[in-house]
T-cell receptor
Framework: TQLLEQSPQFLSIQEGENLTVYCNSS?????LQWYRQEPGEGPVLLVT?????EVKKLKRLTFQFGDARKDSSLHITAAQPGDTGLYLC????????????FGKGTRLSVIA | GAVVSQHPSWVICKSGTSVKIECRSL??????MFWYRQFPKQSLMLMAT?????????EQGVEKDKFLINHASLTLSTLTVTSAHPEDSSFYIC????????????FGPGTRLTVT
């Protein structure tokens, strides 16, 4: 059973379109992180959300943490080809240096 | 800040040989380092958690005698793949955590291992 369900798994859109990626769980997380990974490279941290209901913006990316801290979403406005990559959500279940729980990822392709 | 390096970035070895991969936190002290492997077009699979000065904690199904992990200092952890076989070919990624307020993990660039 996948602890963090990410959807959609694949997404191919035209440049300029908006999109939302979802990360859902039945478990509560103390924090949730979003990463972006390009082929042959390690994941790069985009944002960490900690408080239920928290919304963070990073240029055209908007991240939201659910009120119950069980789910999160990533919304990209006016997608660009440079946004292409694998987006991973990862949750920290307990406070402390414990392993992150990763979703399976969403592979985004933005076509010019 | 929060830069993690890995060496080598890619390695090709013959079946039966051992390969060592290094993971270094360059500008912070990492109390904990994590080792992952990633197959093509898949997410990261945690292999083990390594705390400085103590034995690594391996995830279920990961052979500790095959994947030797040493975390000798707060800035260096190594993963040795012993008696490598073609099925060990994968992308190995480490991450390091040292911030006790957020426990954010910072990832290395990965090491592509190909066993022939």
């Amino acid at each position: 059973t996948q602890l963090l369900e990410q959807s959609p798994q694949f997404l191919s859109i035209q440049e300029g379109e908006n999109l939302t990626v979802y990360c859902n769980s039945s478990s509560v997380f103390s924090s949730l992180q979003w990463y972006r990974q390009e082929p042959g490279e390690g994941p790069v941290l985009l944002v960490t959300v900690v408080t239920g209901g928290e919304v963070k913006k990073l240029k055209r990316l908007t991240f939201q943490f659910g009120d119950a801290r069980k789910d999160s979403s990533l919304h990209i406005t006016a997608a660009q080809p440079g946004d292409t990559g694998l987006y991973l959500c990862a949750g920290l279940k307990l406070s402390g240096n414990t392993p992150l729980v990763f979703g399976k990822g969403t592979r985004l392709s933005v076509i010019a | 800040g929060a830069v993690v390096s890995q060496h080598p970035s890619w390695v090709i070895c013959k079946s039966g040989t051992s390969v060592k991969i290094e993971c270094r936190s360059l500008d912070f002290q990492a109390t904990t380092m994590f080792w992952y492997r990633q197959f093509p077009k898949q997410s990261l699979m945690l292999m083990a958690t390594s705390n400085e000065g103590s034995k690594a904690t391996y995830e279920q199904g990961v052979e500790k005698d095959k994947f030797l992990i040493n975390h000798a200092s707060l800035t260096l952890s190594t993963l040795t793949v012993t008696s490598a076989h073609p099925e060990d070919s994968s992308f190995y990624i480490c991450s390091a955590s040292g911030d006790s307020s957020t426990y954010e993990q910072y990832f290395g660039p990965g090491t592509r291992l190909t066993v022939t």
